[in-house]
Protein backbone atom coordinates (compact mmCIF):
# COMPACT_ATOMS: atom_id res chain seq x y z
CA UNK A 1 0.00 0.00 0.00
CA UNK A 2 1.03 3.56 -0.69
CA UNK A 3 1.45 6.07 2.09
CA UNK A 4 0.14 8.86 0.15
CA UNK A 5 -2.48 7.59 -1.64
CA UNK A 6 -3.93 4.79 -0.15
CA UNK A 7 -4.57 6.46 3.09
CA UNK A 8 -7.26 9.17 4.42
CA UNK A 9 -5.99 11.88 6.81
CA UNK A 10 -8.51 12.14 9.34
CA UNK A 11 -9.08 13.77 12.74
CA UNK A 12 -10.67 13.04 15.70
CA UNK A 13 -12.03 14.94 19.18
CA UNK A 14 -10.49 14.11 22.52
CA UNK A 15 -10.59 16.00 25.47
CA UNK A 16 -6.65 16.73 24.91
CA UNK A 17 -7.63 18.19 21.66
CA UNK A 18 -7.48 16.50 18.05
CA UNK A 19 -5.25 13.40 16.87
CA UNK A 20 -4.32 13.36 13.13
CA UNK A 21 -4.35 10.28 12.08
CA UNK A 22 -4.16 8.51 8.47
CA UNK A 23 -6.64 5.50 7.96
CA UNK A 24 -6.32 2.89 5.23
CA UNK A 25 -9.32 0.83 5.44
CA UNK A 26 -9.73 -2.92 4.78
CA UNK A 27 -11.59 -5.74 5.66
CA UNK A 28 -8.41 -7.45 7.66
CA UNK A 29 -7.20 -7.55 10.86
CA UNK A 30 -7.10 -3.98 12.58
CA UNK A 31 -3.88 -2.35 13.40
CA UNK A 32 -2.69 0.88 15.23
CA UNK A 33 0.60 1.88 14.58
CA UNK A 34 2.78 4.49 17.20
CA UNK A 35 5.69 6.38 16.11
CA UNK A 36 8.54 7.22 18.38
CA UNK A 37 9.42 10.88 19.82
CA UNK A 38 9.76 13.89 17.73
CA UNK A 39 8.13 11.81 15.07
CA UNK A 40 4.85 11.34 13.03
CA UNK A 41 2.66 9.03 10.89
CA UNK A 42 5.28 9.89 7.91
CA UNK A 43 7.82 7.19 9.27
CA UNK A 44 5.91 4.34 8.32
CA UNK A 45 6.00 5.25 5.25
CA UNK A 46 8.50 2.26 3.84
CA UNK A 47 6.78 0.04 6.07
CA UNK A 48 3.66 0.54 4.73
CA UNK A 49 4.45 -0.15 1.32
CA UNK A 50 5.43 -3.97 2.30
CA UNK A 51 2.18 -4.24 3.95
CA UNK A 52 -0.50 -6.55 2.91
CA UNK A 53 -3.69 -4.20 1.09
CA UNK A 54 -6.57 -5.72 2.97
CA UNK A 55 -5.69 -4.90 6.77
CA UNK A 56 -7.60 -2.47 8.81
CA UNK A 57 -4.08 0.62 9.45
CA UNK A 58 -3.98 3.95 12.00
CA UNK A 59 -0.91 5.29 12.21
CA UNK A 60 -1.16 7.78 14.55
CA UNK A 61 0.23 11.45 15.68
CA UNK A 62 1.15 11.52 19.38
CA UNK A 63 0.29 14.19 21.53
CA UNK A 64 1.99 17.11 20.69
CA UNK A 65 3.39 15.23 17.57
CA UNK A 66 3.00 15.57 13.83
CA UNK A 67 -0.57 17.78 13.07
CA UNK A 68 -2.09 16.28 16.58
CA UNK A 69 -3.16 18.85 19.50
CA UNK A 70 -0.11 20.10 21.58
CA UNK A 71 -1.98 21.35 24.64
CA UNK A 72 0.36 22.92 27.50
CA UNK A 73 0.34 20.00 29.94
CA UNK A 74 2.59 17.84 31.84
CA UNK A 75 3.99 15.14 28.27
CA UNK A 76 3.36 11.92 30.61
CA UNK A 77 3.08 8.82 29.38
CA UNK A 78 0.10 8.62 31.03
CA UNK A 79 -1.24 11.21 28.95
CA UNK A 80 -0.13 9.82 25.82
CA UNK A 81 -1.98 6.69 27.15
CA UNK A 82 -5.34 8.87 28.23
CA UNK A 83 -5.35 10.88 24.32
CA UNK A 84 -4.88 7.19 22.58
CA UNK A 85 -7.60 5.29 24.73
CA UNK A 86 -10.11 8.18 24.02
CA UNK A 87 -9.07 7.49 20.33
CA UNK A 88 -9.43 3.77 20.14
CA UNK A 89 -13.11 4.35 22.13
CA UNK A 90 -14.08 6.50 19.51
CA UNK A 91 -13.12 4.68 16.62
CA UNK A 92 -14.40 1.39 18.19
CA UNK A 93 -11.66 -0.33 17.05
CA UNK A 94 -10.74 -1.94 20.78
CA UNK A 95 -9.48 -5.40 18.71
CA UNK A 96 -6.51 -3.92 17.02
CA UNK A 97 -3.15 -4.98 17.71
CA UNK A 98 -0.62 -1.94 18.29
CA UNK A 99 2.40 -1.58 17.23
CA UNK A 100 4.77 1.18 18.96
CA UNK A 101 8.51 2.08 18.07
CA UNK A 102 10.47 3.32 20.68
CA UNK A 103 8.72 6.36 22.87
CA UNK A 104 5.60 5.05 20.91
CA UNK A 105 6.29 1.65 21.97
CA UNK A 106 6.25 2.97 25.51
CA UNK A 107 2.91 3.96 25.17
CA UNK A 108 1.50 1.06 23.87
CA UNK A 109 3.24 -0.90 26.50
CA UNK A 110 1.14 1.47 29.25
CA UNK A 111 -1.53 0.87 27.22
CA UNK A 112 -1.64 -2.80 27.01
CA UNK A 113 -1.00 -2.94 31.06
CA UNK A 114 -4.41 -1.13 31.77
CA UNK A 115 -7.87 -3.08 31.39
CA UNK A 116 -8.26 -1.73 27.85
CA UNK A 117 -9.41 -3.66 24.84
CA UNK A 118 -6.99 -4.68 22.36
CA UNK A 119 -6.03 -8.38 20.73
CA UNK A 120 -1.63 -8.13 21.21
CA UNK A 121 1.13 -5.43 21.17
CA UNK A 122 4.40 -5.32 19.55
CA UNK A 123 6.86 -3.35 20.60
CA UNK A 124 9.24 -2.27 18.09
CA UNK A 125 12.96 -1.09 20.06
CA UNK A 126 10.72 0.20 22.84
CA UNK A 127 12.20 2.78 25.25
CA UNK A 128 10.71 3.48 28.79
CA UNK A 129 12.64 0.16 30.07
CA UNK A 130 13.29 0.68 33.98
CA UNK A 131 16.71 -1.67 33.71
CA UNK A 132 18.08 1.33 30.95
CA UNK A 133 17.35 4.27 33.18
CA UNK A 134 18.76 2.56 36.30
CA UNK A 135 21.98 1.97 34.50
CA UNK A 136 22.36 5.45 33.18
CA UNK A 137 21.92 6.87 36.55
CA UNK A 138 24.10 4.60 38.30
CA UNK A 139 26.42 5.73 35.53
CA UNK A 140 26.04 8.99 35.27
CA UNK A 141 25.28 9.05 31.89
CA UNK A 142 21.65 9.86 32.31
CA UNK A 143 22.10 13.54 31.84
CA UNK A 144 24.34 13.04 28.95
CA UNK A 145 21.82 11.08 27.16
CA UNK A 146 18.83 13.38 28.02
CA UNK A 147 20.63 16.08 26.16
CA UNK A 148 22.19 14.17 23.05
CA UNK A 149 18.29 13.08 22.21
CA UNK A 150 17.19 16.11 22.90
CA UNK A 151 19.33 17.72 20.05
CA UNK A 152 19.29 14.81 17.93
CA UNK A 153 14.72 15.16 18.03
CA UNK A 154 15.11 18.95 18.13
CA UNK A 155 16.36 18.57 14.19
CA UNK A 156 12.90 16.39 13.08
CA UNK A 157 9.50 17.83 12.04
CA UNK A 158 9.65 21.40 13.56
CA UNK A 159 9.08 19.97 16.91
CA UNK A 160 8.26 22.19 20.04
CA UNK A 161 10.71 22.54 22.60
CA UNK A 162 8.93 22.78 25.35
CA UNK A 163 7.02 20.18 24.50
CA UNK A 164 10.57 17.63 23.87
CA UNK A 165 11.75 18.80 27.28
CA UNK A 166 8.76 17.47 28.97
CA UNK A 167 9.06 14.34 27.53
CA UNK A 168 12.74 13.99 27.96
CA UNK A 169 13.60 15.58 31.48
CA UNK A 170 10.67 15.38 33.38
CA UNK A 171 10.69 12.67 35.96
CA UNK A 172 8.47 10.20 34.95
CA UNK A 173 9.86 7.09 36.46
CA UNK A 174 6.47 5.77 38.01
CA UNK A 175 5.17 4.78 34.36
CA UNK A 176 8.72 3.29 33.50
CA UNK A 177 8.53 -0.52 31.89
CA UNK A 178 8.77 -2.32 35.32
CA UNK A 179 8.09 -5.41 36.80
CA UNK A 180 4.72 -4.28 38.06
CA UNK A 181 3.67 -3.03 34.48
CA UNK A 182 4.47 -6.25 32.84
CA UNK A 183 2.84 -8.95 34.89
CA UNK A 184 -0.54 -6.35 34.44
CA UNK A 185 -0.26 -6.84 30.32
CA UNK A 186 -1.99 -10.00 30.04
CA UNK A 187 -2.51 -9.98 26.05
CA UNK A 188 0.38 -11.28 23.53
CA UNK A 189 3.47 -9.50 22.92
CA UNK A 190 5.95 -9.84 20.40
CA UNK A 191 9.44 -7.74 20.58
CA UNK A 192 11.06 -6.38 17.77
CA UNK A 193 14.75 -4.97 18.12
CA UNK A 194 17.34 -3.77 15.92
CA UNK A 195 20.76 -5.98 15.99
CA UNK A 196 22.54 -2.48 16.07
CA UNK A 197 20.32 -0.47 18.12
CA UNK A 198 22.36 2.31 19.89
CA UNK A 199 19.63 3.90 21.35
CA UNK A 200 18.26 0.88 23.42
CA UNK A 201 20.34 -1.37 23.03
CA UNK A 202 19.76 -4.87 22.05
CA UNK A 203 20.65 -6.63 25.98
CA UNK A 204 17.70 -4.34 26.95
CA UNK A 205 15.38 -5.97 24.56
CA UNK A 206 16.09 -9.61 25.57
CA UNK A 207 16.11 -8.78 28.91
CA UNK A 208 12.52 -6.96 28.27
CA UNK A 209 11.52 -10.72 26.36
CA UNK A 210 12.54 -12.86 29.20
CA UNK A 211 10.54 -10.71 31.68
CA UNK A 212 7.27 -10.98 29.40
CA UNK A 213 8.13 -14.10 28.27
CA UNK A 214 7.76 -13.16 24.88
CA UNK A 215 9.73 -13.84 21.35
CA UNK A 216 11.74 -11.55 20.15
CA UNK A 217 12.87 -10.85 16.18
CA UNK A 218 16.57 -9.73 16.01
CA UNK A 219 17.03 -7.73 12.95
CA UNK A 220 20.43 -8.03 11.32
CA UNK A 221 21.45 -4.89 9.66
CA UNK A 222 18.82 -2.79 11.70
CA UNK A 223 19.52 -0.07 14.44
CA UNK A 224 16.96 1.67 16.35
CA UNK A 225 14.63 1.69 13.41
CA UNK A 226 14.17 -1.34 12.20
CA UNK A 227 10.85 -0.44 10.51
CA UNK A 228 13.02 1.92 8.00
CA UNK A 229 16.21 0.13 7.85
CA UNK A 230 14.65 -3.16 7.08
CA UNK A 231 11.07 -2.26 6.98
CA UNK A 232 10.44 -6.68 4.63
CA UNK A 233 11.94 -7.94 7.36
CA UNK A 234 9.32 -5.95 10.26
CA UNK A 235 6.76 -6.37 8.32
CA UNK A 236 7.37 -10.44 8.07
CA UNK A 237 8.19 -10.12 11.71
CA UNK A 238 4.81 -8.42 12.52
CA UNK A 239 2.38 -10.73 10.05
CA UNK A 240 3.94 -13.59 11.44
CA UNK A 241 2.36 -12.54 14.75
CA UNK A 242 -0.68 -11.36 13.50
CA UNK A 243 -0.88 -15.04 12.11
CA UNK A 244 -0.85 -16.46 15.77
CA UNK A 245 -2.93 -13.61 17.59
CA UNK A 246 -5.74 -14.79 14.68
CA UNK A 247 -5.45 -18.35 15.37
CA UNK A 248 -5.93 -17.74 19.31
CA UNK A 249 -9.21 -19.09 20.54
CA UNK A 250 -10.75 -15.92 22.04
Keep these: MDYESDFADEFAETSLGDMHFKHHKG ?5 IFIHGLGGSTLVWKRLMEHMPDDLDIYLIDMLGH ?3 AAPDIDYTVSAQF ?20 SY ?3 VAAYYASQPCGLKGVVLEDTAGIKEQFDDLSSSGKLQADRERLMSSV ?9 IMRSIIFSDH ?3 DIEDGMIAD ?8 WGRDDATVPLSYGILLGKKMNAEIDIIEGAGHEPHFEQPEKVKEAIMDFVSKVASQPR
Excluded at 89 to 94: I, M
Design 27 to 31: NGEKM
Design 185 to 192: IKKPVRLI
Design 104 to 106: GGW
Design 154 to 162: MELNENKES
Design 82 to 101: QFLREFIALQNNGDSIIIGH
Design 173 to 175: SSE
Design 66 to 68: GQS
